[in-house]
Every structure is written in C-alpha cells, then in structure tokens.
C-alpha cells in the first residue's frame, strides 16, 4: 500500500514565501513522476508542476517563475516552493505520483491535500 501525506501549507501574507512537502511512503518500487495541483473553492482542480524521471520539469504559465519543484529521490520526496505568494494562490495544495509498486502495479496516487491561504 501506497500513501502520500503533504505537509507545509498555512497562513501567509501576500509576498510571501511556502515551502509544501509531499512524502511517498509504503510499497514503492519506482515513482515515475510527482506532480503538485491545487483546488480553489468553486474551482476545478489544476496543474501546476511536475518533476519527471531524471528530474526534468514542467510549470503552468501562471506559476512559472514564482512557484519551484524538486524531489529528493531518497526520500520518496517532493517539494514546491512557493515565492511572492498572492491572495489568488489560496487553495488547497493536492500532490499527486505515478508509483510503480512491488506488486507490478503502476498507479496514481493523491494525497490528502494541504490548505494554503495568503492573506492581502
């Protein structure tokens, strides 16, 4: 079994900076990609990066140059961090992985989300 568990959202003023965990743990043998979406009340829920493989990446428009993702592979890890946040980026931060596990099973997994307000 697979879990995904995101850590780092809370209160924030505008411009200001989050750093968001999202930590794989369990049966895994191999994490194909990990991504970071976020859901606004109301709002359907969007992409906003993606760490893939060896390490390449992949932004929304909307985030690029203010949002960053990394991994540390040994730790089943993924990060994004957050810089001059805005009241508009308030929502809940979901990590989502493609994990291969022992069983020979490859499927994606959510973790339970992370709440982000940045107040004006």
């Known amino acids: 079994q697979v879990q995904l568990v995101e850590s780092g959202g809370g209160l924030v003023q505008a411009g200001g900076s989050l750093r968001l965990s999202c930590a794989a743990s369990?049966?895994?043998?191999?994490?194909?990609?990990m991504c970071w979406y976020r859901q606004a009340p109301g709002k359907q829920r969007e992409l906003l990066a993606a760490i893939i493989g060896g390490g390449s990446t992949n932004y929304a428009d909307f985030v690029k140059g203010r949002f960053t993702i990394s991994r540390d592979n040994a730790k089943n890890t993924a990060y994004l961090q957050m810089n001059s946040l805005k009241p508009e980026d308030t929502a809940v931060y979901y990590c989502n992985a493609q994990i291969a596990d022992y069983s020979g099973s490859r499927l994606g997994y959510w973790g339970q989300g992370t709440q982000v307000t940045v107040s004006s």
């Open positions: 369990g049966s895994i043998l191999s994490i194909t990609s």
